[in-house]
């Protein structure tokens, strides 16, 4: 009688070998209860990676999909197929949501987990000529970029940071975010009020990993306790919006989910928490990526668990690149939060059309929700509509009752590596680096094969 395979196949895709990065095919498979991926390198053998833990989502990750909305133009040409040609060549599948434009490669920190390998030993910037030029070339992309996110290194140590915020300021991007460590927003109390006259549609993406002190001296080397809580004093006094951004390992930080969630909707200037589990890519201290990943579904059912808001209809695949986000909202009250993803219709939001919301709540906060997110709106108001705000973009800016300090958001920010990648989903990607001769690259595999002397190797995988 013949004999069954332990697993389910489902489909088949490309990635690449952990080890030597060249490209290869990989099975998705079913096999109790999680997702897996089956690949083989001819010289380092076969792999078996756990990509998913929730059979059920990952296959609705399939269907949250809608048409793929393509920049004004393409970087680079079809060669060596992807991931060979970034970026952006015209096969990939999505425009820039997320634009990073790296300044510095400098950090007043080096921690122990840094993709970008920065430190206070690396003493590079952009110069404002270079800054200009990666500019020119994100807006070239997008028009109007809806997210442009200042980056480095450690950003807040460019000697001229606030030129930079000015040359950003003027161009047509819709919001502005600088991604940082926080050791001067806790230290300048002026700093952060310099900052304040950038609003609105300016926004701190502000790393916060953990309350204890042993997780925060594994991930960044050093206690950040203090350093944290004053930050959000100085930003909170100047009620200048934040996201809470959480670099999570396995076993280390992960059981706080719900505690940082709960943290940041009691913070005035606090609008959301981004959890980012760590990408195998640049540095990487006592990191084993066999028992220290995670996947997105493990955090989002983390999400579940431990949050008293956040349940299973409420944290969603990100339609543009539903493998590697998910998200949800929820409405801040005088009564409490109330989520909002549940009350969405995904036919009508993947459809395009006006959002079909069913309330169960009293006619008045219906008609406030709908008036902050009419689909009607115009270009003075900037408020959103559903489906705008679920395709990962944080500006909500409405009536004075619901404006953007009332929506609070939590985003699974999953960063493939050379252990996950796949390749169909890489052509989804929608959070993008700057490359400073003008390419537009996805974040997964820019940290893989384009960052510093690792372009080296990839011009021996292109001939490959």
């Known amino acids: 009688m013949p004999k069954n395979r332990p697993y389910l196949f489902y489909e088949l895709t490309n990635s690449v070998c952990s080890t030597c ?29 756990l990509i998913s833990t929730d059979v059920e989502y990952y ?20 060669k060596y197929g992807c991931p060979y040609d970034c970026g952006l060549c015209p096969d990939h599948e999505q425009h820039s949501c997320l634009t990073l434009l790296e300044v510095t490669d400098q950090c007043n920190l080096e921690c122990p987990i840094c993709y970008a390998e920065s430190s206070p030993k690396r003493q590079t910037w952009r110069s404002l000529e270079q800054i200009k030029k990666m500019l020119d070339a994100i807006v070239a992309n997008e028009g109007e970029p809806d997210i442009v996110q200042i980056s480095g290194g450690e950003p807040t140590t460019h000697p001229h940071f606030f030129e930079i915020l000015d040359m950003v300021k003027t161009r047509p991007i819709k919001h502005i975010m600088v991604n940082t460590n926080g050791l001067r927003i806790a230290s300048d109390r002026k700093f952060v009020q310099r900052l304040a006259t950038y609003l609105p549609g ?8 953990s309350f204890e002190e042993k997780a925060l001296k594994e991930l960044r080397g050093v206690d950040l306790r203090e350093v944290r809580k004053k930050a959000i004093d100085h930003l909170n006094e100047f009620n200048l919006s934040t996201t809470l951004v959480v670099t999570l390992k396995k ?79 929820a409405l801040k009250t005088e009564d409490g939060p109330i989520p909002l993803t549940r009350l969405i219709d995904p036919d009508i939001l993947l459809q395009g059309g006006r959002n079909t919301i069913v309330f169960e709540r009293d006619e008045e906060l219906k ?6 997110f009419s689909t009607n709106h115009s270009p003075q108001t900037s408020a959103l509509s559903l489906k705008q705000l679920l395709c990962c973009l944080p500006l909500v800016h409405a009536p004075e009752e619901i404006a953007y ?47 510093d002397e690792k372009e080296e190797r990839l011009k021996e995988l292109q001939q490959i």
């Not at 060249?22 to 078996?48: S, T």
């Open 59 to 78: 296959k609705r990750c399939r269907e949250f999909i809608k048409p793929s909305e393509m920049p004004l133009r393409w970087n680079t040409p079809i």
């Open 21 to 49: 990065l060249q490209k290869l095919e990989a099975k998705v498979v079913f096999q109790d209860g999680n997702v897996y991926l089956l690949k083989r390198c001819k010289e380092h053998g076969p792999e078996k990676v």
């Open 405 to 451: 300090d009332n929506v609070f958001r939590v985003i699974i920010m999953q960063f493939m590596d050379a252990y996950d990648l796949d390749v169909r989903s890489v052509k989804k990607s929608c959070v993008h680096i700057a490359h400073p001769d003008g390419r537009i690259i996805p974040f997964d595999t820019f940290n893989l094969f384009y960052r």
């Open 202 to 209: 300016f926004e701190i993406y502000l790393q916060f990993d």
């Open 367 to 372: 008609s406030r929700i709908f008036e902050l």
């Open 251 to 329: 076993g280390l930080n992960d059981r706080e989910i719900g505690k940082i969630i709960q943290y940041g909707l009691n913070q005035k200037a606090v609008r959301g928490v981004t959890f980012q589990p760590i990408q195998a890519a640049g540095r990487l201290k006592d990191y084993d990526p066999a028992t220290d990943r995670l996947t997105l579904s493990e955090v989002r059912q983390m999400i579940i668990d431990q949050s008293e808001i956040f349940q299973n209809e409420d944290m969603l695949p990100v339609p543009c690149h539903p493998d590697c986000l998910a998200m949800g909202y």
